[in-house]
């Protein structure tokens, strides 16, 4: 019995902190395209129309931030792409802790004598999977378009300057291409 709970909860405490570690990538996604968004906001688009306007930017100040702008899409990419493997676990978290409760039951089961509150213990593990999976999918849905915008605002932009001052860099050298 004791070597039944112990298996059981390990998996238990391995399922949340792999959510707290999800619940982490996503808090980083999220801040890190809300970070590069504001860094791709246009200044003739800013909110206050009596904001006095910038003077043009010089190559080498696009350039810099180009540079800037692609290093925080490569993060914000990284971070997306962790949170989404991360998120597509939990279902098999809680296999493996169905599993492991089952495999430990099977030695215990004498006859036709079940016992079903540790068998109802071996469902809680795919339960907490499924419903972790479904709470970090609904955020993946939420986060995913904003990755998906900026991605393209990125291309936007470098397409925009590389008309205006050369393309400096062959494209396979820009990171986080999608």
């Keep these: 019995m004791a070597d039944?709970?112990?298996?059981?909860?390990?998996?238990?405490i391995l399922i949340g902190l792999w959510g707290i570690a999800t619940a982490w990538l996503f808090w980083m996604?999220?801040?890190?395209?809300?970070?590069l968004h504001d860094d791709l906001v246009v200044r003739e688009r800013r909110a206050n129309p009596k904001e006095q306007k910038d003077k043009p930017l010089t190559e080498e100040q696009v350039r810099a931030h180009e540079d800037q702008v692609d290093k925080?899409?490569?993060?914000?990419?990284?971070?997306?792409?962790?949170?989404?493997?991360?998120?597509?676990?939990f279902p098999l978290w809680g296999m493996l802790g169905t599993v492991v409760a089952l495999l430990a039951l099977a030695g215990k089961m004498t006859g036709d004598?079940?016992?079903?509150?540790?068998?109802?213990?071996?469902?809680t593990t795919t339960a907490a999977g499924i419903v972790f999976a479904i709470i970090f999918k609904s955020?993946?849905?939420?986060v995913s378009v904003k990755v998906d915008a900026n991605n393209h605002e990125v291309e936007t932009l470098f397409h925009r300057n590389s008309k205006?001052?050369?393309?400096?860099?062959?494209?396979?050298?820009?990171?986080?291409?999608?």
């Design 4 to 12: 039944v709970l112990i298996r059981f909860h390990i998996i238990e």
């Design 29 to 35: 996604t999220w801040k890190t395209a809300r970070s």
């Design 72 to 89: 925080k899409r490569s993060r914000m990419n990284l971070f997306y792409a962790l949170f989404s493997n991360f998120t597509s676990v």
């Design 113 to 123: 004598e079940v016992p079903v509150d540790q068998f109802f213990g071996a469902l």
């Design 139 to 142: 955020l993946d849905s939420v």
């Design 164 to 178: 205006r001052f050369g393309d400096r860099r062959p494209l396979p050298e820009r990171s986080g291409q999608s």
